[in-house]
């Protein structure tokens, strides 16, 4: 009725790719995906916000699909039009270089992410304040990335910080500050503090019971880690 060419047509055809991502049907999401940023690109043109926003979103769906390297490359176009069309210090170049990094990271290239996640991290510190909680986020991802390069004693260091940073900002029994005290926990045990590691997941064990809903996946899956780590 409307034509391919018309707004709400486009439109229509980037909810369904993002639909089918969320329905991890990923190739079809892709070839979608596809068809609306070359229509974005000559509707609209190559550097206009809306078609920045739906590279992205395919950029995002080439990493669901592990099709790592058509990922980075498109988001790194993508971050080059943001900061010549936006500025450096945009909130969306930053969460379009964050993505960058967990391209590279998912695709197993850690020097990559490590570089793109310490800038990310640099940038959010200096334009949203170190407790913006994207900062704090920005801080987590880093860590993990050191854990997952062998690094603990920079990974310990940006876990203990993250953590501390969720408290601050969302108190000791928020989700989130649950998740990653968890996560220290697990990092303490791995490195040898045994008993650090311990007290930390029995102290997130007893704040997931009292603060979620019974059955909450995070407090299963502390009570089993807890469970493994006392058979040992």
């Given at each position: 009725?409307?034509?391919?060419?018309?707004?709400?047509t486009?439109?229509?055809?980037?909810?369904?790719?993002?639909?089918?991502?969320?329905?991890?049907?990923?190739?079809?999401?892709?070839?979608?995906?596809?068809?609306?940023?070359?229509?974005?690109?000559?509707?609209?043109?190559?550097?206009?916000?809306?078609?920045?926003?739906?590279?992205?979103?395919?950029?995002?769906?080439?990493?669901?699909?592990?099709?790592?390297?058509?990922?980075?490359?498109?988001?790194?176009?993508?971050?080059?039009?943001r900061?010549?069309?936006?500025?450096?210090?945009?909130?969306?170049?930053?969460?379009?270089?964050?993505?960058?990094?967990?391209?590279?990271?998912?695709g197993?290239?850690?020097?990559?992410?490590?570089k793109?996640?310490?800038?990310?991290?640099?940038?959010?510190?200096?334009?949203?304040?170190?407790?913006?909680?994207?900062?704090?986020?920005?801080?987590?991802?880093?860590?993990?990335?050191?854990h997952?390069?062998?690094?603990?004693?920079?990974?310990l260091?940006?876990?203990?910080?993250?953590?501390?940073?969720?408290?601050?900002?969302?108190?000791?029994?928020?989700?989130d500050?649950?998740?990653?005290?968890?996560?220290?926990g697990?990092?303490?045990?791995?490195?040898?503090?045994?008993?650090?590691?311990?007290t930390?997941?029995?102290?997130?064990?007893?704040?997931?019971?009292?603060?979620?809903?019974?059955?909450?996946?995070?407090?299963e899956?502390?009570?089993?880690?807890l469970?493994?780590?006392?058979?040992?």
């Amino acid at each position: 009725m409307l034509g391919p060419d018309h707004p709400s047509t486009g439109a229509a055809r980037y909810n369904l790719g993002r639909s089918l991502v969320a329905a991890e049907q990923f190739g079809d999401a892709v070839t979608i995906l596809d068809g609306v940023v070359g229509d974005y690109v000559r509707t609209r043109g190559p550097d206009q916000p809306e078609t920045l926003a739906v590279q992205d979103e395919l950029a995002a769906a080439y990493t669901a699909a592990k099709q790592f390297d058509k990922a980075i490359r498109l988001y790194r176009s993508t971050l080059a039009e943001r900061e010549r069309a936006q500025g450096p210090q945009h909130p969306d170049v930053m969460s379009t270089r964050q993505k960058l990094g967990d391209a590279y990271r998912a695709g197993g290239d850690l020097k990559n992410a490590l570089k793109v996640y310490k800038r990310v991290l640099a940038e959010r510190e200096r334009v949203l304040g170190p407790d913006h909680l994207d900062t704090i986020a920005a801080r987590g991802s880093l860590g993990a990335t050191y854990h997952s390069a062998g690094r603990m004693a920079d990974a310990l260091k940006l876990y203990e910080q993250t953590r501390e940073g969720y408290v601050r900002v969302l108190g000791p029994d928020h989700p989130d500050t649950l998740s990653r005290s968890a996560r220290l926990g697990h990092a303490y045990y791995a490195v040898g503090r045994a008993g650090d590691g311990l007290t930390l997941l029995r102290d997130t064990q007893a704040r997931c019971e009292r603060a979620l809903p019974p059955g909450d996946p995070l407090t299963e899956a502390v009570r089993e880690s807890l469970a493994k780590l006392n058979e040992r």
